[in-house]
């Protein structure tokens, strides 16, 4: 193996769906069948080549490993799964005879086919990133299933680049896939790791050949104390996977990331390892301290990689102080490098690319690409010393301080009220008062159905809304024309038998956008555009200053809504920690905080509400499980004043006044304490993809409120047959009574067309009818 020294600044990834989401664009241009697959492969090397090419511009090597070669079509964890062949039973067809699937089929292990549920898609880490969860089976069979990382590289080296490739690390992999069906009770996809790292020696080996001279394997299950798998395992794993990768001798250099929070117990066993480089994400975490002297020793034969840059927020952050750090890790190492925290996958890509922000919010922030300009400052100093770069750390230092001081971030009189919170505010009356309140009030059935908010936003509607930002269309136009998609939901939802109804939220862009767009502290980008999952994007707003209400912002759209049913119409908010979870928000005070400024914006909205006849408002939490720390220390904390915040919102309106929350990608069991102690009346949660996996944690739970596990997967276009749903429904009230049981998809329908929507809800409706006819036999 030849040695090369690791690059001084790097970053651990960079945003792959393009300035102007060239990516999602050529993904669904194919799925529509207007690109072939060739055309797609063409976008997507162009897509590449642009983006090698914006790195080098703004100050990363382009022949030293620095430019992590972190391209996905879809999603790296998925890439993974492919790349060893692990593709489940049900997609065996699709593989060719070295396990290998094309595009076609890799995009239909995404998002599913006929009867052929897609892979289960759930949070990655604390972050608002989906990724596809394997399914691994004592039965699978690993192999070398995809050259797609190789000929990657060798497409940036024939381009004049040597570039890092970049996949999941064996250990992450297993440890976030899950069993597959039919796999005994007990087993762990951890347990196959000595069968699967052959395979990342044979990947290593050809990468080598092709001329890599680091490769980068993406460990962050190493900082989570989340995982299924105990930390005990977890450790072992990686020493048996990193004395066996290490011990190779045909591969290239192995940097081993490990985003997301603090190494802890894990440093001193990938020190003991042969790998060459290991990045610490000194944003969540500290630099290491305390270790033996084996360890010690250890590291000062490695290149530490100081995490230095926030890779998960936008703000500009304190320079200075980010070279300091760099500094003390020499303590650690002789041989330290600038990076980012985590990948950049997490923000937009340019601060530059938003004329219309107040230019001097603009000043305060850093996007990906000052990012990387950032690192490349760090990595000049590293190299040249403090004095070569006291310019730009000065500039960093002065708009830290023009922030502090700027109008708006601090408003007296939205601190007094929060000041002045007691106990009270944080509670309702009993649930058994309320449920016979609500049961007066409402006369559901049993099992009564519902959506979760959103339906389909047309190109109808979208186009609308484009025209009324632009002046196109005046503000009455766009009212007729909002109002008549209102009544145009209303209408199909009374005609095809949805108990509880909702407006359909035509008006908004995006759950969170909306609400930023009408609270004081906010501001939104128009290109700021990050992935979510697979080609859907989001546009997170930034949370800059103290949050307030100035007017209400939805009760117009609701109370029109219950204007055209008897039926009662739920009112639709975004929770205040979804908000600040789907927001870039503010690092300059505790979350908790900010949590309670939303919050009682919320409160407002929800009196409101109430006030104008809405007797049902749900307040989405989706994001509950997604903040949850990965350290076990960290999360009393969080889960108190993330319950905390939300109560605070809900608890101000009545018994009668049915309280709605959503959770989607939120393991149940793991917050099942938590969403008790949210105190909502009824909370939907995803369900459908999983089959069900939740209802034996809410039947070991004793959950007694009402509770709508998701029967429709609204992530997949597969619309469910009435058996499939009725099979869903009948597994749901094996564990939870038909009294507390709500029928619902598992999240908002914004993303899918109406014609499967319609049908999907057909067939849940008469699911719901069948299985209520056999309840009352």
């Not at 250990?171 to 005994?184: E, H, I, N, Y």
């Not at 052959?198 to 980068?216: F, I, M, N, S, T």
């Not at 145009?488 to 767009?517: K, S």
Request: charged share 25%.
């Amino acid at each position: 193996m030849t040695s090369s020294p690791f690059p001084i600044g790097t970053i651990l990834g960079y945003p792959r769906i393009g300035r102007r989401r060239e990516l999602k664009k050529a993904v669904e241009a194919f799925w529509a069948g207007s690109l072939t697959p060739d055309e797609l492969e063409d976008a997507a090397a162009e897509l590449r080549r642009a983006t090698r090419a914006r790195l080098a511009s703004l100050g990363l090597g382009a022949t030293d490993s620095s430019i992590p070669e972190s391209f996905s079509y879809y999603d790296q964890v998925l890439d993974a799964a492919v790349t060893v062949g692990a593709v489940p039973a049900r997609f065996a067809s699709l593989q060719d005879a070295d396990g290998g699937v094309d595009l076609a089929g890799y995009f239909m292990i995404a998002r599913g086919s006929g009867e052929d549920a897609p892979l289960e898609m759930t949070k990655w880490f604390d972050s608002n990133y989906h990724y596809l969860v394997p399914e691994i089976g004592p039965d699978t069979r690993f192999r070398l299933a995809s050259d797609r990382l190789v000929r990657e590289f060798e497409e940036a080296k024939a381009d004049g680049y040597l570039t890092r490739p970049v996949i999941v690390g064996p250990v992450t992999f297993l440890a976030l896939s899950k069993p597959a069906d039919g796999a005994p009770e007990g087993f762990r996809p951890l347990s196959r790791l000595a069968d699967l790292l052959p395979v990342y020696l044979d990947l290593l080996e050809r990468l080598k050949a092709a001329g890599a001279h680091w490769v980068q394997l993406d460990e962050p299950a190493l900082v989570s104390e989340t995982l299924d798998d105990s930390r005990t395992d977890l450790l072992a794993a990686t020493a048996q996977a990193y004395d066996r990768l290490g011990a190779a001798r045909e591969r290239p250099q192995l940097f081993v990331a490990a985003p997301y929070g603090s190494l802890d117990d894990a440093l001193p066993v990938l020190a003991g390892t042969a790998v060459e480089a290991i990045s610490l994400d000194l944003v969540h975490g500290g630099i290491p301290s305390g270790q033996d002297a084996a360890t010690k020793a250890a590291l000062q034969g490695k290149t530490i990689v100081g995490g230095v840059i926030d890779g998960h927020n936008v703000w500009r952050g304190d320079l200075e102080a980010a070279f300091g750090t760099l500094e003390s890790l020499l303590a650690l190492s002789p041989n330290v490098s600038a990076s980012t925290s985590t990948s950049l996958l997490h923000v937009p890509h340019d601060v530059d690319d938003e004329p219309a922000l107040h230019a001097r919010l603009s000043s305060w922030l850093a996007f990906a690409d000052q990012k990387v300009r950032q690192v490349a400052t760090l990595a000049r100093g590293l190299d040249e010393g403090h004095e070569a770069i006291q310019t730009e750390l000065a500039q960093a230092s002065a708009a830290l301080s023009d922030r502090a001081n700027a109008p708006g971030v601090r408003d007296g009189a939205v601190r007094a009220r929060a000041e002045a919170l007691t106990a009270a505010d944080f509670s309702r009356g009993k649930y058994t008062d309320r449920l016979a309140a609500q049961d007066a009030a409402l006369e559901l059935p049993l099992l009564p159905t519902t959506t979760i908010g959103s339906f389909p936003q047309t190109g109808d509607i979208r186009r609308a809304r484009a025209q009324f930002g632009k002046g196109v269309i005046t503000e009455a136009e766009y009212l007729d024309l909002m109002r008549a998609e209102i009544k145009r939901v209303v209408d199909l939802q009374e005609e095809i038998g949805v108990d509880v109804v909702v407006h359909g939220e035509p008006e908004r862009n995006d759950m969170v956008q909306y609400f930023a767009e009408h609270l004081d502290g906010f501001a939104v980008t128009q290109n700021g555009w990050v992935q979510s999952y697979g080609s859907r994007c989001t546009r997170p707003s930034i949370l800059w200053g103290d949050v307030s209400r100035p007017a209400p912002i939805t009760v117009d759209w609701s109370t029109y809504a219950q204007s055209l049913t008897s039926k009662p119409v739920k009112g639709m908010l975004t929770g205040p920690v979804t908000i600040l979870a789907w927001s870039f928000v503010r690092d300059d005070q505790p979350l908790a905080d900010t949590a309670r400024q939303v919050a009682l914006s919320l409160r407002d909205e929800i009196a409101d509400l109430e006030r104008a006849g809405i007797r049902v408002v749900q307040v989405d939490e989706p994001a509950l499980r997604e903040l949850l720390p990965l350290k076990k220390r960290d999360q009393p904390a969080y889960l108190d004043w993330s319950v905390g915040s939300f109560r605070l919102a809900t608890s101000g309106v009545g018994d009668a006044t049915q309280i709605h929350t959503h959770l989607c990608y939120s393991e149940f069991g793991v917050v099942i304490d938590a969403i008790r102690d949210l105190d909502a009346d009824v909370t939907s949660i995803e369900a459908a993809r999983s089959r069900m996996e939740v209802v034996d944690d809410i039947s070991a739970s004793g959950f007694d409120h009402g509770i709508g596990p998701g029967v429709y997967d609204i992530h997949s276009p597969r619309v469910p047959s009435v058996a499939e749903v009725t099979e869903l429904i009948e597994k749901a009230l094996s564990g939870v009574p038909g009294r507390q049981l709500w029928i619902n998809p598992d999240c908002g329908l914004k993303t899918r067309g109406y014609e499967e929507t319609v049908a999907s809800l057909r067939n849940i409706i008469e699911a719901t009818r069948t299985v209520r006819e056999k309840q009352s036999a």
